[in-house]
């Protein structure tokens, strides 16, 4: 039975698939009710890391007010964790590109720039949150939607092209973002800044409860297409010789993506590397089958969202670090060292 | 009836034509080998076939479907199509790859069933992969991994194979083996058309061969006839001797 829970020894089976989420949503649950009760304190012996007991679920309990400040903040790390590793993962099968994350595509930068120019342009004010999580969507769209021609020579997209296409799209919509706050009043800019920082500080329960829907949806989409993205793996041509449709295939796939990464973003702002660790840590333990990776990542990446959330706000004395910054400071080595990986650098530079 | 029908077809890449007015069919049962230089459009015509690429003129049909018309997974029932570079992004395993190729014969969640496996297990064998099943695609051999993704094809269960290149990168036995196995599948129904360079096997194994120059089909007829036309001495540059062993096996060399 070596192979049945780790790696990849074989076809997909429904006992494995159905006992590896199984274990992946059990992880996942366990972390979202331990992370509110988890939290600093203050006292005469300083400054300390405490866990609330269970007792605190309890209306009764003086913690439950404390517990009710948390739980926001923990139930949009789940959704936007959730979100981001599915459309990284989807993203990574898509753009045949192991690098394919919300963030180093540009997208996370677009979304902003939508952000922005809705607090600018008081798009905000008159919509609301919609307002500005529509912007958000528009902005992601339009940056995938830019990569994808960018990077396109012929009709193939090599790897390398793609991340480069996306780090200037990123740069362009972060110089756009920046050019758009020097002309921007003091309340705007406060807004903007506090949004960009991608926090789960600020979040409250309304906008978690706006994002669900889209974001839910949209990952029911995905894993609908679990099977599509296994073929287009081995290219857009073998996955036409093998049956699918292709072009409806993408199109889907990229504007669901899109939707997920900009509502995201909505309600927390831009938050990096999920997308890419999550998909990639798990494709490493329990093989590349989208079938079961993908509903894998998209419950894993909920995890861990929680847990960098919860060091967020417990690991530097009375500060809460934005999440953004904690997931970037693990993300960004561990871009390098896929980057650095010999055999992928080969098949990046390969083309294909 | 023609499986496959061609009429006129002409297909431009970039602005240049690189088939042009190609009129042929294949029939049910038929092996039929294309030959030509490189670059003379012999891939550019089966992925024409194979509905991957718009033909600027001409019209084709594979068993009375227009493969750029019809549903992908459609075509895919009755046409299954070995590309000559195949490249996955993922380290997949073996049986997961040639499981791939049922696909359009899968519903939902797509867990292999009986049928799927079956179909796996004989195109494993045929292509002598099963001792393989396990093992990760992306550390196998140039020549296994070949042999894989025949064996995804040969899954897909369809009538009607286009390969580009099959022997590629094969062993001698194994190339031989592939050439019996395709001809035993032309024999029970299947049709076949396989681009190769391998003239030996072209010659003792093809029903028909095709042979195509500066995007023309030059020459079509028994292999042994066509190897020996002034057509294909003007295409290769040089003359194919075509002789027999003394077992009365045919071999052509390069003469």
């Not at chain 1, 995201?264 to 079938?291: K, M, N, T, W, Y």
């Not at chain 2, 269960?157 to 050439?179: K, Q, S, V, Y």
């Not at chain 2, 196995?181 to 024999?187: I, K, T, Y």
């Amino acid at each position: 039975m070596s192979g049945f829970l780790v790696g990849s020894a074989g076809r997909l089976t429904l006992p494995r698939l159905a006992l590896v989420l199984a274990i992946c949503a059990g992880v996942t649950g366990a972390c979202a009710a331990l992370a509110p009760l988890i939290g600093t304190v203050v006292d005469r012996g300083g400054w300390h890391v405490a866990v609330m007991g269970l007792g605190a679920f309890d209306p009764g309990s003086p913690d439950h007010a404390i517990l009710w400040v948390r739980i926001p903040r923990v139930l949009a790390s789940l959704l936007v964790g959730g979100a981001l590793a599915g459309a990284g993962c989807a993203l990574q099968a898509l753009l045949r590109n192991p690098l394919a994350e919300p963030f180093t595509l540009g997208i996370s930068s677009g979304a902003s720039l939508g952000a922005v120019l809705a607090i600018r342009l008081g798009v905000e004010t008159v919509f609301g949150f919609a307002g500005l999580g529509g912007a958000a969507m528009v902005g992601a769209t339009a940056t995938l939607l830019a990569v994808w021609r960018l990077a396109r020579i012929g009709k193939q997209l090599p790897p390398a092209t793609v991340v480069l296409a996306g780090i200037a799209m990123s740069m362009f919509c972060s110089s756009a973002s920046s050019l758009i706050q020097s002309t921007s009043d003091f309340t705007e800019v406060n807004h903007m800044v506090q949004w960009m920082f991608g926090s789960t500080e600020t979040v409250r329960l309304v906008a978690v409860g706006y994002g669900a829907l889209p974001i839910a949806a949209a990952l029911i989409v995905l894993i609908g297409y679990a099977r599509e993205l296994n073929a287009l793996s081995a290219g857009a041509e073998v996955a036409a010789s093998l049956g699918v449709a292709v072009g409806r295939t993408q199109t889907v796939i990229f504007v669901t993506s899109s939707l997920l990464v900009g509502a995201a973003i909505a309600v927390v702002g831009p938050i990096g590397f999920i997308g890419l660790i999550v998909p990639h840590a798990l494709r490493a333990l329990l093989g590349p089958d989208h079938r079961l990776l993908l509903p894998a990542s998209i419950l894993g990446g909920a995890a861990a969202l929680v847990v960098f959330d919860t060091l967020a706000r417990t690991i530097i004395p009375l500060h809460h670090l934005p999440t953004g910054a904690v997931t970037a400071v693990v993300g960004v080595p561990f871009f390098i060292a896929i980057l650095l990986r010999r055999k992928q650098r080969a098949a990046m530079w390969g083309g294909g | 009836m023609a499986q496959v029908q061609l009429h006129g077809v002409t297909v431009a890449l970039g602005g240049r034509d690189v088939v042009r007015e190609v009129s042929a069919e294949a029939a049910a049962g038929e092996l039929i080998v294309i030959v030509g230089p490189n670059g003379a459009g012999k891939t550019t015509l089966l992925r024409a076939i194979a509905g991957l690429v718009a033909p600027r003129a001409g019209t084709v049909r594979v068993l009375g479907h227009d493969p750029l018309r019809a549903p992908r997974r459609v075509i895919a029932r009755e046409l299954a199509y070995l590309p000559q570079r195949y490249e996955l992004a993922f380290p997949f395993a073996v049986e997961e790859v040639v499981l791939l190729g049922r696909y359009a014969r899968q519903r939902g969640l797509g867990l292999a069933g009986d049928a799927d496996l079956a179909a796996a297990r004989d195109a494993m064998a045929a292509c002598d992969v099963a001792h393989l099943t396990t093992r990760r695609f992306d550390e196998l051999s140039g020549g296994e991994a070949r042999r894989v993704i025949l064996a995804q094809a040969l899954c897909q269960g369809a009538r009607c194979l286009l390969l580009d290149e099959p022997t590629a990168g094969l062993d001698p036995a194994h190339a031989r083996a592939i050439f019996a196995m395709l001809r035993a599948h032309c024999d029970a129904g299947a049709t076949a058309i396989a681009v190769t360079h391998d003239l030996d096997l072209a010659l003792r194994h093809g029903g028909a061969m095709w042979l195509v120059a500066e995007g023309r089909l030059a020459a079509r007829g028994a292999p042994g006839a066509v190897l020996a036309t002034a057509e294909t001495r003007a295409a290769f540059g040089l003359a194919i001797h075509v002789g027999a062993l003394p077992s009365g096996v045919p071999f052509a060399v390069p003469a």
